[in-house]
């Protein structure tokens, strides 16, 4: 499908639980006019999952998502999005899954709720990894990967991370990661370090 997304028919779709609109050739930015991701979604008060994964998005990811209150999974990797991750995204309480990898987002990673699934991997965000993930008790996948975080690892990330699957390219991190994750990376994690991808045991 080429072209642009038509955001008047979202005020039809009020009780919409699905959309997933992937893998098309949408060109241009989430704008009120499908090219980009429309500020009207919000209208879509029903939503539960969004996937406009692997499209030609551009522009930024309206704030106006933080609106859909239903809303679980939103999806949108493989595009060319850019700007910030919006801080209302946080104002999701039922939120399970962002994945925003392969996209050129930049900024921090902002405080988020209860998520189980985390993709961030291939962007340009930086700064620190929060502290406060250690408060994702349901996280079991969380991948930064490719980024331009700096800092150290948080500590605190070892107080969950036995059930984590973890993709780590620390470019700019300090050398080590915690030592407090010793004792506790289970066999089946995989830390991709660097260049080099290789299993804890």
């Not at 809303?71 to 919006?86: A, D, E, H, Q």
């Not at 930086?126 to 996948?141: D, F, W």
């Not at 984590?164 to 370090?193: K, M």
Request: net charge negative.
């Amino acid at each position: 499908m080429r072209h642009v997304m038509l955001p008047h028919i979202f005020s039809n779709w009020t009780e919409l639980r699905w959309l997933c609109i992937q893998s098309n050739s949408f060109m241009g930015k989430i704008l009120p006019e499908i090219g980009a991701i429309p500020m009207e979604i919000e209208k879509l008060k029903g939503l539960w999952d969004l996937d406009l994964s692997e499209n030609h998005l551009a522009g930024s990811i309206p704030a106006t998502i933080g609106n859909l209150t239903n809303l679980r999974n939103l999806i949108l990797f493989s595009n060319v999005l850019s700007g910030t991750i919006p801080p209302e995204i946080g104002n999701l309480k039922q939120f399970l899954t962002l994945g925003l990898s392969e996209n050129n987002l930049a900024g921090s990673v902002p405080a988020t709720v209860e998520l189980r699934v985390l993709e961030l991997n291939n962007n340009q965000l930086n700064g620190t990894i929060p502290p406060e993930i250690v408060n994702l008790a349901l996280l079991r996948i969380f991948y930064l990967s490719n980024n331009q975080f700096n800092g150290k690892l948080p500590d605190s990330i070892s107080e969950m991370i036995s059930s984590l699957w973890v993709t780590l390219t620390p470019t700019g991190f300090l050398a080590e990661f915690p030592r407090t994750w010793e004792s506790i990376l289970p066999s089946w994690l995989i830390l991709i370090y660097q260049t080099t991808t290789f299993p804890v045991s």
